[in-house]
């Protein structure tokens, strides 16, 4: 045990100390990537560029949960509390849209819900493992519980709300304010690796203990972590809310929207910043096409395409173009 010990002390010291491996190089994919997502607007989409356009918007708000949640995970913290910020995000939004202009409304929400998550952060600190993953949880179904019993001028009830639409329903500029959400999501990202926080996380992902030994604050790591990730997956609700002009608590807060970004990162890759935005894209749009050629039953072949990826990629798909450690990636 102690000989074990002291080899996850110097494991985690090497992480505490290394040198951010970060070069200009490994931008490239991800320039690639946000250049595509750029020009696709004035591609010839022909009579289906409306429909194209809107899917293509939710696979960017798609890539914005997976990227915000991975960030998280790099402490350690496999959170199922992501709807609960999605959902504050959105009804956040909703609310503060009637008193200010959208562009405030938006990164006040985003704050707002970072806040509160920092409530649930601290409450949570001792706990890990499956009693965390269970404790945010319940988190999400409190906070939904709250949201739907409130009165319903305020917040719509069970009913759902209205809300105002984003750039007054333009979806081109729909599209493109999801594409800077996105961007600025993966410059946070990218922003982490390249500083001492990414060894931070990843040496109390090795080991709380190691990491306190080594003079890592934990605490203060995963609040910060969790603040990050929470604002970013609320700005992702903002977006859910403006784009769909409804939002009600059983959709907003649904488990789906606290699992999917967890298996989006997972089939991307851990630990990246290309990988969750990649694993987005790709299941999304597996998932449009499996819809429309499967009507029935389409969720089922989803469900088992995405079980076996999981199971023959173990890395995922970064794990294709590279050969080194899972987390070494962009």
């Known amino acids: 045990m102690t000989r074990e010990m002291g080899s996850r002390a110097r494991e985690a010291a090497r992480t505490v100390t290394r040198r951010p491996d970060f070069t200009a190089r490994s931008l490239v994919p991800l320039g690639l990537f946000f250049g595509l ?3 696709f607007p004035f591609l010839p989409l022909g009579d289906r560029a409306e429909y194209l356009l809107q899917i293509a918007f939710f696979t960017l708000v798609a890539g914005v949960l997976a990227l915000s949640w991975d960030i998280l995970a790099r402490s350690g913290q496999v959170s199922l ?4 910020f999605y959902g504050l995000g959105a009804y956040g939004f909703a609310l503060l849209s009637k008193a200010m202009p959208w562009f405030l409304a938006m990164p006040l929400a985003a704050v707002l819900a970072g806040l509160i998550s920092l409530i649930l952060g601290a409450v949570t600190m001792r706990l890990s493992g499956m009693y965390f993953a269970i404790a945010t949880l319940a988190f999400t179904e409190v906070v939904r519980t709250v949201i739907q019993n409130l009165p319903e001028p305020v917040a719509g009830g069970a ?6 639409a984003l750039l007054g329903g333009n979806a081109r500029g729909q599209y493109f304010l999801a594409f800077g959400v996105l961007l600025f999501t993966a410059l946070v990202s990218l922003a982490i690796r390249r500083s001492r926080l990414h060894h931070a996380f990843a040496a109390i992902r090795q080991g709380e203990e190691t990491a306190r030994v080594l003079g890592v604050s934990v ?9 990050i990730s929470s604002s970013l997956a ?5 977006l859910y809310a403006g784009k769909t ?38 299941l999304r ?6 819809h429309n050629s499967v009507k029935n039953g389409y969720l089922v072949v989803y469900g088992l395409v995405l079980m076996l990826s999981i199971l023959w990629l173990p890395r995922g798909l970064m794990g294709l173009f590279k050969k080194g450690k899972q987390g070494g990636d962009l």
């Open 37 to 39: 997502a750029l020009a």
């Open 81 to 84: 509390a992501h709807a609960a």
């Open 159 to 164: 009913n759902g709300l209205l809300v105002p």
């Open 219 to 227: 605490v203060r790591y995963k609040l910060l972590a969790f603040f």
């Open 234 to 238: 609320a700005l992702g609700g903002v």
């Open 245 to 282: 002009f409804f939002i009600n608590p059983l959709e907003t807060f649904s488990l789906a929207n606290s699992i999917a970004p967890l298996t989006t990162s997972i089939f991307g890759g851990l630990y990246t910043t290309l990988g969750p935005i990649l694993g987005a894209t790709v």
């Open 285 to 290: 749009v597996a998932e449009e096409l499996l």
